[in-house]
C-alpha cells in the first residue's frame, strides 16, 4: 500500500506486566518487521495504567 510510517500506541502494562522486561520482545519482533520494509514506526506510551506487578511490589504510586 505504500505505507512508510505506522502508528502505534504501546500500554506500558503490557510491557511490564509483572514489572520485566520480557514483554519487550513482542515489540521488537513487529518494530524488526517494520523496518524490514522501511516502515518507520511512530510509538506513543500510554502511562496512566500500572502494572499490577509493581503495583502488588510497591502499591503503584503510593510508595514512591
Known sequence: MGFKAYRMSINWTRIYPL????GLKFY???FDELLK???QP???ISHYKVP???TNK???W???
Open 28 to 30: 521488537d519482533q513487529v
Open 52 to 54: 499490577v506487578g509493581l
Open 62 to 64: 503510593m510508595d514512591y
Open 42 to 44: 511512530i510509538v506513543t
Open 58 to 60: 510497591w502499591n503503584a
Open 19 to 22: 514489572g520485566y522486561k520480557e
Open 37 to 39: 520494509y522501511d516502515i
